[in-house]
């Protein structure tokens, strides 16, 4: 989640957290039977201590206590009978504050643990998933790190076409698993000099759907990404592996056939030697409207234009 996104989700949450409490308030103020409502300011509470952290939830507890504590200084016969309940009268309202802050503090200790073991799960998904890339890399040496590599094109690339963070981190993971089917493939196969025969291209076109179901058998948590990796040799012009045409191909799939394609381009193979990052660029402009998505294409120019690269680096040099 990106800054602004988790200030705009935090402010929106205060914003309605302090109409909740107020709303409460003025309830408070007009109703009948004031003893009854002091249970309304339970909803702030919980909500403010669930969705916003400890803290939040505690100082929506101190502003509820605020407000009826107010609201009795003012009237001697709120939240009471007369005189000779007074004492009685902020017994109740000390005890009920106490249990009200106690269940923020409560609700709101859940809300870290919480956030604490999302981060670490998703600490562990970060980590399983560069390791699968390595996997799939190990396949061949002499792609080492070709997932890791197109995962940082996609992301740059996602990110200037305006996906939303979680649709990046989704095109990220699908850029790391994208080859995934390979490892059902002969290394005969995937380092072959020659030309594929007619066999062993349906073998190799066959990774595709072999990714696709040892994804999808990850269960849910990857659904996202299971579409990238059906369609990422698919054409802009139709003539793709499955004949998806235009915008028709996830954009995910579409921002990941131009970073893969690139990087195969510059990097060296068993039967040839890669090709310049100018050469690479040109070929994909070349293809535009053809082989890629126009729109993904001009953003990955503007990104990178004719700027030399290392190839050794992990990701691309962005023009000047």
Excluded at 148 to 158: F, G, P
Excluded at 166 to 187: C, Q
Excluded at 259 to 265: K, V
Aim: aromatic share 10%; with cysteine; charged share 25%.
């Amino acid at each position: 989640m990106s800054r602004f996104s988790r200030a705009l989700r935090i402010n929106s949450g205060l914003l309605v957290l302090l109409s909740i409490v107020l709303g409460a308030g003025v309830i408070q103020f007009f109703a009948v039977n004031q003893r009854a409502f002091l249970n309304l300011y339970y909803l702030p509470v919980t909500f403010g201590a669930y969705l916003l952290g400890l803290r939040k939830g505690v100082y929506s507890a101190l502003l509820s206590c605020i407000i009826v504590f107010s609201l009795a200084l003012m009237n001697d016969t709120q939240f009471g009978a007369g005189e000779a309940e007074a004492w009685m009268r902020w017994l109740d309202l000390t005890t009920w504050g106490c249990f009200l802050i106690l269940t923020a503090y409560v609700v709101g200790t859940l809300y870290e643990q919480k956030e604490s073991q999302l981060r670490d799960l998703r600490q562990a998904y970060r980590g399983i998933i560069e390791i699968m890339g390595k996997f799939i890399d190990s396949v061949d040496r002499h792609t080492e790190n070709h997932s890791r590599r197109v995962a940082d094109y996609c992301v740059e690339l996602a990110r200037e076409l305006g996906l939303s963070e979680p649709e990046v981190e989704d095109v990220r993971v699908g850029a790391f698993l994208h080859d995934i089917g390979k490892v059902e493939i002969s290394t005969d196969v995937l380092r072959k000099a020659a030309g594929l025969d007619e066999n062993e291209m349906r073998e190799m076109k066959r990774h595709v759907d072999t990714g696709e179901e040892m994804v999808r058998s990850l269960g849910g948590i990857l659904q996202h990404v299971i579409p990238m990796i059906a369609y990422h040799h698919e054409r802009w012009d139709g003539t793709g592996y499955k004949c998806l045409r235009g915008q028709d191909i996830p954009i995910g799939a579409r921002i990941i056939a131009v970073a893969d394609t690139y990087d195969a381009i510059v990097t060296d193979r068993p039967y040839r030697k890669g090709r310049t990052h100018e050469q690479a660029v040109r070929i994909i402009e070349e293809e535009s409207g053809k082989q890629f998505d126009p729109r993904v294409v001009d953003v990955f120019v503007r990104l990178y234009g004719r700027v030399a690269t290392d190839r050794g680096d992990s990701s691309l040099q962005r023009a000047a």
